[in-house]
């Protein structure tokens, strides 16, 4: 009996050098789309990946590309290496940047599309960072609710749902700071300062948006093959203008990640498989959807036991 699956794409911050370069050794699939990341950005943008500096690769406008290639290259290399086995999901969902990763999953949007895309929202949200000193922090132990009434009426926001026990607060510095302390009078055990160039997911980011905007419209997009699981509502994207709707939304707006996989365990998910750098998300499965498998395909290991 097949396992009904779900497939999810990491966020920034995932990044690490060396990410998905046992695959590009080993795959022809994926050599090739580091190949057209490199071609379509015009600069060596695998050797950041698989060089570093690792301060270059964090910064925005270089994060967000690197981990859509990678990501979409270990995708590419699991359906070369398992062939007519390779799942098909019933869902494809991402993380705020794995989003668009989905999308190129699901044929929403090409990947040529997908990172020029990316490039530019990471130009402008690290432009966008830089002219407002902000950041993000990790509530730990205190309910969304609780996050939301902590940042009310301070200028900070709820920018993730991750879990029931974890819930990440951004804003400016001095708004963030207020509502971090009544987050812990609220009862937060921990509150955990995010490495990360500013507030994403939040009226910071707003600059951004006009740009972004324009080149949405701009952008061919397609009803995706597999329901997209959108961050902002935690239901599934049906159209192209569903789609432009909802990355215009999600730069500002909160990333529903807990309520998305709740949505995918009660429309019977019952394997998790996330193909990118790092493990956040499937630990984030593990602690949302109790019981279900969840395994992350980072590497050629993890390539090698799924297939």
Not at 149 to 172: L, R
Request: net charge negative; charged share 20%; aromatic share 4%.
């Amino acid at each position: 009996m097949s396992v009904t699956t779900a497939f999810l794409f990491p966020g920034q911050g995932a990044q690490e050098v060396g990410m998905a370069s046992s695959v590009m050794v080993a795959s022809a699939a994926a050599k090739a789309i580091f190949a057209e990341a490199d071609d379509i950005l015009g600069i060596s943008l695998s050797n950041i990946i698989l060089e570093g500096p690792a301060e270059e690769l964090m910064r925005s406008h270089n994060a967000q590309p690197a981990i859509l290639t990678a990501s979409v290259a270990l995708l590419r290399a699991l359906e070369e290496r398992m062939g007519d086995s390779m799942p098909v999901p019933s869902f494809v969902a991402g993380h705020s940047l794995g989003e668009y990763t989905a999308l190129v999953a699901a044929r929403a949007i090409d990947f040529a599309q997908a990172l020029r895309l990316v490039r530019r929202r990471g130009e402008l949200m690290q432009a966008a960072a830089e002219s407002t000193p902000s950041g993000m922090t990790a509530l730990i132990g205190l309910s969304l609710n609780a996050a939301r009434a902590a940042c009310e009426g301070t200028g900070a926001q709820v920018a993730n749902s991750n879990s029931e026990q974890q819930v990440v607060i951004a804003g400016p510095k001095d708004a963030l700071d207020l509502a971090i302390e009544r987050a812990k009078i609220a009862g937060a055990r921990r509150a955990l300062p995010l490495d990360v160039a500013g507030a994403f997911h939040t009226e910071v980011m707003r600059p951004a948006q006009d740009e972004m905007d324009r080149l949405f419209a701009e952008t061919v997009f397609s009803g995706p093959s597999v329901p997209v699981i959108c961050n902002t509502t935690a239901t599934p994207l049906v159209n192209a203008d569903d789609i432009r709707g909802e990355l215009a939304d999600q730069l500002c707006g909160c990333v529903y990640w807990q309520q998305s996989i709740e949505y995918m365990a009660a429309n019977g998910v019952e394997r998790y498989i996330e193909i990118g750098p790092g493990k956040v998300l499937t630990s984030l499965v593990k602690r949302i959807a109790t019981g279900a498998e969840a395994v992350a395909i980072g590497d050629l290991d993890a390539l090698a036991t799924l297939a």
